[in-house]
């Protein structure tokens, strides 16, 4: 029996996480999986030592806190690496556990597989060397980050994006159902508010998001829906459902028939542009945070589906500039005009060209099993 560590730290990483193993399965049904992820990685059959909501943590402040909590889960994970003489493992994104952990792990005997990669060609290039050195191989999902490592001269090969497999295979409630379910009105515009799936990202950027969404209520024709995750108690949210309708776990239902957006910068925006829903990126964090990121971020944009498409094609508000009034004006802008709105979606169709063909999960297994 093969035994293969995998490591995802966040929501994103474990649904991809748990297609590449349904996928590994598939190539070889003998294979065993143990690590952190989350309950989709435990449904494809992964031993959670840890699950992804006990180390999923937001800001510098956050991080350093956890610090010796975190240095005991990577002791754990070394024994256990050991114990089971393992020889392949795969880390998802998750950077700053992920790229500390292959150093501890690193071996002659084994081989480290990094899928998503981490955000290097934003911040920390001086991690390209800790890459270069204790990492075998990236499977990355933009084309871009392919150029950036051969140039770096690590092995580097583009899958494409699990994203558009798991917006192809899913199963979507007609329109009619969904807006029946959670009583919403169909002769209404319906903004969503996707604050993030982080604890401190809800609690930042949220109430701004819903005060703003309520305020423009009063003056136009909308109602208002949160996309929730159901890693956290219902009290994150529920001070809210006087306003919003909280739905947990809708996420495609709500980016396809929404009218508009307000989205939390990261992936969550590049799954907006595919399904060609116009929004604003609202970001939030702490002052120590922000002040040491944009210290270190070396590049304009924050949001992935900008950075893909390397031009600002989405408004992004970010800290202060994540007024209620200048949430409000771009919101309105999303909602009325029509150019504008045509616009964004033309752009959209655009970086839908840039994360390749279906099927990275199924690559990405092949190349790990080689």
């Known amino acids: 029996m093969k035994e293969i560590l995998i490591v995802a730290g966040e929501v994103s990483g474990d649904i991809h996480g748990s297609r590449l193993v349904d996928e590994l399965l598939k190539f070889d049904s003998s294979l065993k999986f143990f690590g952190i992820g989350g309950d989709r990685m435990r449904n494809s059959g992964v031993e959670l030592l840890h699950h992804v909501k006990d180390v999923s943590f937001l800001g510098f402040t956050e991080v350093i806190k956890h610090i010796p909590f975190m240095k005991r889960i990577k002791k754990e994970l070394q024994s256990e690496v050991e114990n089971r003489n393992i020889e392949k493992i795969i ?10 952990l292959a150093k501890n792990l690193f071996s002659a005997k084994r081989k480290i597989y990094y899928y998503i990669s981490p955000q290097i060609w934003a911040w920390g290039k001086n991690r390209v060397n800790t890459i270069k050195k204790y990492i075998h191989k990236m499977l990355v999902v933009f084309k871009f980050e392919e150029e950036f490592y051969n140039e770096h001269n690590i092995k580097a090969e583009f899958v494409g994006h699990p ?3 798991s917006i192809n295979d899913y199963q979507f409630e007609s329109k009619e159902k969904f807006f029946e379910e959670f009583g919403f009105d169909k002769s209404k515009k319906l903004i969503t508010i996707f604050p993030g799936s982080r604890k401190q990202e809800i609690e930042k ?18 109602q208002i829906a949160v996309a929730a995750v159901s890693n956290f108690s219902d009290s994150l949210y529920h001070q809210f459902d006087k306003e919003a309708k909280i739905i ?15 989205i939390k910068s990261g992936t969550s925006t590049l799954e907006a542009a595919l399904f060609q829903l116009p929004f604003v990126v609202v970001y939030k964090t702490s002052r120590l945070s922000y002040l040491l990121g944009k210290s270190l971020i070396k590049i304009d944009s924050i949001a992935l589906a900008n950075i893909v498409s ?7 508000l970010i800290q202060h500039d994540a007024s209620v009034e200048k949430i409000s004006t771009e919101l309105k802008k999303l909602l009325v005009d029509e150019k504008y709105r045509e616009t964004l979606k ?3 169709r655009e970086l839908k060209n840039e994360l390749g063909e279906l099927g990275a999960s199924r690559r990405a297994a ?3 099993l080689k």
């Open 163 to 165: 994203l558009l497999e």
């Open 91 to 100: 880390l998802i994104d998750y950077p700053g556990f992920n790229l500390s």
């Open 248 to 262: 947990y776990n809708r996420n495609y239902e709500l980016l396809k028939y929404s009218d508009a957006g307000i």
């Open 310 to 316: 390397r031009k600002k094609v989405v408004k992004e």
């Open 205 to 222: 950027i949220l109430p701004i998001s819903i005060l703003t969404a309520s305020k423009l209520k009063q003056n136009l024709d909308i």
């Open 366 to 368: 092949e190349l790990i």
């Open 346 to 348: 033309r752009s959209f």
